[in-house]
C-alpha cells in the first residue's frame, strides 16, 4: 500500500482508466439468443457462456492509494435443467486482518421468451447473499431468478482490491463452452510483470502501448479476443481439472519508478518458505514444548526405536487434538490452544507432531504443499501453499506423516495432499523441494471360491485383503456408515450380489492390512444352451467397461498411487461336466514397464482356478502414452469378456475313455 507518498501524488495524474465498447452490451438480449434448442458447435452442452468480459485495471483512490480494479460481465444461454446450476454465482472476496476485496455495481437479470416476447427478471436483493467462507475469503452468492429451459442470465459487477500485486487468473475455459470471450489487462510501465499460460488453448494476446495525453506516460494494454472455446471436459483419473484448465496469470515481479521509489512483489520459492517460516504462526510454534512434555514422556519412557517412537507421537497427537477440517500452513490459535482445547487445524496438528518428534530425538520437518482442491502453483506465491505435513529422517528413510486424518498412517497421507511435491523447511528456514507421490503398491489380493449350481446360479465364499491406501480408503468407508449401510453399498458395486455372514479383522490396527471375507450368492451368471454351460470366469469381478474413452486426451492420467489388483478365483467343476474350452493365457504390458496385465486360468483336480493380475506401477501416466493406457484397457476388457464352455460327458464318451486306458 502506498499511503502518503510521492507515488501517490504522481500516480493520481497517470490512472485514468480508458471506456472500452462492448461488442455485447449490457441487456441487449436478443431473441436469436433465447430460441436456440442447443449450443451449435456441442449439442450435448446444458448451458453456454455466450458473452464473457473482463476488465482489469489500476486505479487511484485518495483515502488508500493505489487499487486494482476488476469489471465482470458474463451472459449464459440455459439449455435445460441440468444447466440450471450454472445461473448461480460465486464471487470470493479476499480478506487480510482489516482490509479486504469490495464489490460494488452488482447487477443481473434472466430472461426468457413467452409467447414470443422477452420478459426479463431482475436480480434482487434477496436473492443475494453474503457470508465469511473462510479466515481469509468472504463470499457473494447470486442465484438468477425465475429460470426456464432457454433462458438467458446476465450479470455484471466490479471488484476494488487493494492487493495491487494479486492479479486474479484470466480464465479462459470452464465446464461449458464459450462462444466469445473479451478480456484486457492494463499495467503501468513503471511496473514489471510475466505472462504465466496454461491450458491447452492457443492463446494469442495483442500487447499495445497505450498513452496518458495528460503526463504523456504509457501503460501496457494485454488484450484477449478468443472465440469459440469448447468445454473443459471432466476425464476419469484427473485430481484437479483446475491445473489443466486453459487462462493467463499475470504475475507483478516489482513496482519502480525512476528518481522516486522501487518496491520489490518478486519472490522465488525460498522467499516464500523464509516468510511463511517467520510468521509467528507457523516458526514460533515449533519451539513451543512445554505443554506436552510431561504426557509425551510417559508415552516414549520405555520405547528407543525411533521408528517405534514416530508410531508412538503419531497416536499420541491423534488422540490428544482433533482436526476441526480447517486447512492452513500455520496454526489458528496456536499448538498449545490446541493442545488444551483438543481441536485445531491442519497447522495446529501437523506443527505439533514436528515439535514431538523433535522432542523424541528424530530429525524433523514441516513439509509445506498445495493440496489437490488449491491445484498446483505456477509460481512462487504465498497463496501457493495451503497445507502443511510433517516429515521425518530416520536411518536415512525419509517419512511423511499427516495427524488431521484418524486412518492415516506414515507414508500413507490423506489423499488431499497427494499433489505432485511439496517444499520441506529446515531449521533454519530454507527449503528443499519433496516428491509426494507414493512410491509402494496399494494391493488389492482377493480370492474366491465358488460352485456353479444347477439352475445358473453361483455361491461361494469371498475373502480379500487391502493394503496401504487401499486399506485407509475401506476404513473411511466402512466406519463413515453403520455396517448394514456399508453391505448395501458393497452388494450394489458386485452386480446386487447377496452377501451373508459378513467378518472384519484389523479394521482398528492402522499397522495392518484390513481383511474382509463373506458368504456370495448371484443368480443368473451361467447360461445353459444345449446341454453346455457358458459363463465369464471372473463373474462379477470383470472390468466390464473402459474408463478411458476419449479419442484422444490433452492432460495424463492421475491414479494417486501405484497399484495392484490380484484375483485368484477357484470354480468347482459340477459333476457330469468336462472342460469344452477356456480362455487362453494372455499377458500385456504397457510402455516404459509403467504396468502389466496377466490372465491364466488352468485345470486342476475338479476344479478350474484362473489368476488376473492388473499392475499399476506408476501413480501418473503422461498425456502421450493415453492411448497405449486407452488400448491396454481394451485388451484387458476384451480378455475379462471372454467365457468358459462346459460340456456334459456322455456315457460313450465315459466308455470310449475307459476303452482308451485299457
Not at 509467528?280 to 520405555?302: C, H, I, R, W
Not at 517444499?423 to 488389492?444: F, H, I, N, Q, Y
Not at 474408463?547 to 459340477?574: C, N
Request: with cysteine.
Amino acid at each position: 500500500m502506498f499511503k502518503h507518498s510521492m507515488i501517490i501524488v504522481f500516480l493520481v495524474f497517470l490512472v485514468h482508466p480508458e471506456i472500452q465498447s462492448q461488442e455485447l452490451k449490457f441487456g441487449k438480449v436478443t431473441k436469436i439468443e433465447l430460441e436456440e434448442k442447443t449450443y451449435p458447435k456441442d449439442s450435448s452442452a446444458n448451458a453456454a457462456y455466450l458473452y464473457r468480459y473482463r476488465n482489469s485495471y489500476y486505479e487511484y483512490n485518495s483515502h488508500v492509494g493505489l487499487e486494482l480494479i476488476t469489471e465482470i460481465q458474463e451472459r449464459i444461454k440455459i439449455y435445460n435443467k441440468d444447466g440450471f446450476k450454472y445461473a448461480t454465482k460465486i464471487i470470493n472476496l479476499y480478506k487480510s486482518g482489516n482490509t479486504d476485496v469490495e464489490i460494488s455495481g452488482l447487477k443481473g437479470y434472466s430472461y426468457a421468451l413467452i409467447d414470443g416476447e422477452i420478459v426479463e427478471t431482475k436480480l434482487d436483493k434477496s436473492s443475494i447473499f453474503k457470508s465469511e467462507y473462510s479466515k481469509n475469503v468472504n463470499q457473494v452468492k447470486l442465484t438468477m431468478p425465475n429460470l426456464k429451459e432457454g433462458s438467458v442470465v446476465e450479470y455484471k459487477y466490479r471488484l476494488k482490491s487493494p492487493f495491487i500485486q494479486s492479479i486474479s487468473e484470466f480464465r479462459f475455459q470452464e465446464e461449458i463452452p464459450i462462444r466469445k470471450v473479451e478480456a484486457s489487462m492494463r499495467i503501468f510501465d513503471y511496473f514489471k510483470f510475466n505472462q504465466r499460460h496454461k491450458g491447452f488453448l492457443n492463446i494469442k494476446p495483442v500487447t499495445t502501448s497505450v498513452l496518458n495525453n495528460t503526463l504523456n506516460v504509457n501503460a501496457v494494454r494485454t488484450e484477449f479476443n478468443l472465440n469459440d472455446i469448447p468445454a473443459l471436459k471432466e476425464e476419469p483419473f484427473v485430481t484437479n481439472i483446475d491445473n489443466y484448465r486453459s487462462a493467463v496469470k499475470f504475475e507483478i515481479e516489482s513496482l519502480e519508478i525512476p528518481g522516486s521509489t522501487f518496491k520489490n512483489f518478486s519472490k522465488s520459492w525460498d522467499d516464500v518458505v523464509k516468510s511463511i517460516y517467520n510468521s509467528s504462526s507457523f516458526g514460533a510454534e515449533l519451539k513451543k514444548k512445554k505443554y506436552f512434555e510431561d504426557e509425551l514422556d510417559v508415552e516414549l519412557a520405555t520405547i528407543s526405536d525411533q521408528r517405534k517412537r514416530l508410531d508412538i507421537v503419531l497416536n499420541f497427537v491423534r488422540k490428544k487434538v482433533k482436526w476441526n477440517e480447517y486447512m492452513g500452513v500455520g496454526c489458528d490459535e496456536g499448538v498449545k490452544v490446541a493442545y488444551k482445547e483438543k481441536l485445531g487445524n491442519s497447522g495446529d496438528i501437523n506443527l505439533m507432531i514436528v515439535a514431538m518428534l523433535k522432542y523424541a530425538g528424530i530429525k524433523a520437518y514441516p513439509v509445506l504443499i498445495s493440496t489437490r482442491d488449491n491445484g498446483i502453483p505456477l509460481f512462487p506465491t504465498i497463496q501457493g501453499f495451503n497445507y502443511v505435513i510433517a516429515s521425518a529422517k530416520i536411518n536415512d528413510k525419509e517419512y511423511l506423516i499427516d495427524g488431521t486424518d484418524p486412518y492415516s498412517t506414515v507414508n500413507i497421507l490423506p489423499l488431499r495432499a497427494l499433489n505432485w511435491w511439496g517444499r520441506m523447511v529446515s531449521d533454519s528456514g530454507s527449503s528443499t523441494m519433496v516428491e509426494l507421490a507414493p512410491k509402494k503398491k496399494s494391493v488389492d489380493l482377493s480370492m474366491l471360491n465358488v460352485t456353479l449350481n444347477d439352475d445358473g446360479s453361483i455361491e461361494g465364499n469371498y475373502k480379500q485383503r487391502y493394503t496401504q491406501y487401499n486399506a485407509m480408503l475401506f476404513r473411511k468407508a466402512y466406519n463413515h456408515s453403520t455396517e448394514d449401510t456399508f453391505l448395501e453399498e458393497l452388494e450394489k458395486e458386485n452386480d446386487d450380489i447377496e452377501i451373508s455372514n459378513y467378518e472384519i479383522k484389523y479394521n482398528e490396527d492402522l499397522l495392518k492390512p484390513i481383511v474382509q471375507s463373506y458368504d456370495i450368492f448371484k443368480e443368473d451368471v451361467v447360461d445353459q444352451v444345449d446341454g453346455k454351460l457358458y459363463f465369464s470366469p471372473l463373474f462379477y469381478k470383470s472390468v466390464s467397461e473402459n474408463p478411458f474413452k476419449s479419442e484422444e486426451r490433452e492432460f495424463p492420467v492421475e491414479f494417486g498411487y501405484p497399484w495392484e489388483d490380484k484375483l485368484v478365483i477357484k470354480i468347482k467343476i459340477p459333476e457330469g461336466y468336462q472342460v469344452e474350452s477356456i480362455p487362453e493365457t494372455t499377458m500385456i504390458a504397457l510402455p516404459e514397464q509403467m504396468g502389466n496385465f496377466k490372465y491364466n486360468i488352468s485345470e486342476q483336480q475338479g476344479s478350474l482356478v484362473v489368476n488376473s493380475e492388473i499392475s499399476l506401477n506408476v501413480s501418473l501416466v503422461p498425456a502421450q502414452e493415453y492411448q497405449f493406457l486407452k488400448e491396454f484397457y481394451n485388451l484387458l476388457v476384451q480378455k475379462q469378456s471372454e467365457k468358459v464352455v462346459l460340456s456334459k460327458i456322455t456315457k460313450n464318451g465315459i466308455e470310449d475313455s475307459a476303452a482308451g486306458s485299457r
